[in-house]
């Protein structure tokens, strides 16, 4: 495998505006049938630690390498759910970094492939870092916080011919697979409207507050990765940072990755041509606490050829939808859903992709009695809901896993869209996929790429030396 070091990157990269070259690499080594893959994990506490369970677990993967910006609050964190048994002790000899950059200097030649579990805004340079270096990647959702980024990402991997996959659980369940094969099959007529809510809101009504002092077990320079410098809070770490526009996507792009992957595989939905949003007021520095997004998107499988998906966040939820009773649309149970009204039904299911049904319970329990649920024709996959299983397995096979970049970039549009959109609520934004700007408000292209200059030091794409 042809290896390219850092000063190497470096040099072949070019302004934030241009396009970056990278030199053509020769695809990762595959392992062979009795190997394992030697996997780095950057970010293993928080959502990492799935990651970490996963892979303690899986007989594809072993764990050579861990990096956090704080190791010993991960450790802590560990400890307080009563995980040291489970995880710590299993990990204690592993070599542990802070700094992603000297871990995959130092470990070139150990690792095999990367995990990236660290916040929204960090993905894209760990896993430009990562796949300079030869190394396959997983990547948690969403798979960047530009639409840029995810479209270099895509672009970096290709060349570079390394397997990768986005953290996409929902994906490797059977949800869009029971879906288009219930509509293939006819039951559901045609699309008319998409529905999908969550109760999560991560907007801030005030800036975060600085702290007096930076925990001392924190390397804050390094947690900031390529944005500019701020002062610290806790009012944004280890967590509401997703709030925040310069670091993360807002609750579209934490459970927007989960709910709209369902329809979006199940209908290939492409690219929207139009985006509306109504929400609460924008701040400059946060997404919305609430919104309400309609997209628009040209498709078969749709009512005259368009398929309506609505969405909504922060405790909103539509007033109506057909063939659903006011009951059930109401139940304050029912904070996460998603619905897909078709002209003959209306079905629902579970975020996750479990249980899909029929809104009409008598017809679905005809259905049922009748034996004319369709037959599952879709191959599934082998590790469901476990995106870091079937990657690690994917890189052993030699073979390129489901949610890989090349479907995870355009998917991950889809959610930044929205949260692009909530923050110029009323204004019909029409987009233009193959240019990657809004055709009829310029003022909310600036919002594709960044609006801050990276650092340079941690973006090699983004240099100009």
């Known amino acids: 495998m042809k290896k390219i070091n850092r000063r ?107 995990c990236v579990c660290t916040p929204d805004f960090s993905h894209y340079p760990i896993a430009a870092w990562a796949i300079a270096k030869g190394k396959h990647v997983f990547c948690e959702k969403p798979l960047t916080r530009t639409i840029w980024e995810g479209r270099e990402l895509r672009r970096l991997a290709k060349e570079a011919g390394v397997y990768t996959q986005m953290g996409n659980q929902v994906h490797t369940n059977d949800g869009w697979r029971t879906i288009r094969e219930w509509f293939d099959s006819g039951i559901m007529g045609e699309v008319e ?43 944004m770490l280890p967590f509401k940072w997703r709030g925040l526009r310069k670091y993360g996507t807002g609750s579209a792009g934490d459970m927007g990755c989960h709910f709209l992957d369902n329809p979006y595989s199940a209908f290939n939905l492409g690219s929207p041509f139009k985006v509306v949003a109504d929400a609460l007021p924008a701040k400059d520095f946060s997404w919305p606490k609430a919104s309400s ?18 969405w909504y966040d922060g405790l909103r939820r539509p007033k109506e939808i057909k063939r659903v009773s006011d009951k059930e649309l109401n139940d304050p149970r029912a904070r996460n859903c998603i619905y897909i009204v078709g002209t003959k039904h209306t079905m629902t299911l579970n975020y996750t992709g479990h249980g899909v049904r029929l809104t009409n319970r008598e017809a679905f329990i005809d259905l049922k009695k009748s034996g004319k649920i369709p037959p599952k024709t879709i191959p599934r996959n082998k590790f469901p809901f476990n995106p870091q299983g079937d990657w690690a397995n994917a890189c052993v096979e030699g073979r390129m896993p489901e949610s890989n970049f090349e479907y995870a970039s355009p998917f991950s549009e889809i959610v930044l869209l929205n949260a692009l959109a909530s923050i110029h609520p009323g204004v019909e934004l029409m987009y233009n996929p193959n240019t990657m700007t809004f055709t009829n408000y310029p003022e909310a292209n600036k919002y594709i790429r960044s609006l801050y200059a990276y650092r340079k030091e941690f973006l090699p794409s983004a240099v100009n030396l």
């Open 8 to 114: 190497e990157f470096l040099k072949n990269a070019a302004l934030f505006s241009s396009v970056m070259i990278l030199p053509s690499l020769a695809t990762g080594r595959v392992k062979g049938a009795n190997e394992r893959l030697q996997t780095a994990i950057v970010g293993w506490g928080g959502q990492g630690k799935s990651t970490v369970n996963s892979l303690l677990k899986s007989p594809n993967a072993e764990i050579v390498a861990l990096c956090d910006v704080d190791e010993v609050r991960v450790k802590n964190s560990y400890m307080r759910k009563g995980d040291k048994e489970k995880f710590l002790d299993k990990l204690e000899k592993v070599e542990k970094f802070k700094d992603y950059r000297v871990m995959l200097d130092k470990m070139d030649k150990q690792i095999d492939g990367v």
């Open 193 to 235: 409207d998409i529905y999908a809510w969550t109760d999560r809101d991560f907007g801030f009504n005030t800036p975060p507050k600085p702290s007096e002092k930076i925990p001392s077990t924190l390397d804050y320079n390094l947690w900031l990765n390529v944005s500019q410098y701020e002062p610290y809070s806790a009012d």
């Open 293 to 310: 997004i309609d997209m628009f998107f040209k498709n078969k499988y749709g009512k005259d050829g368009i398929v309506k998906l609505h």
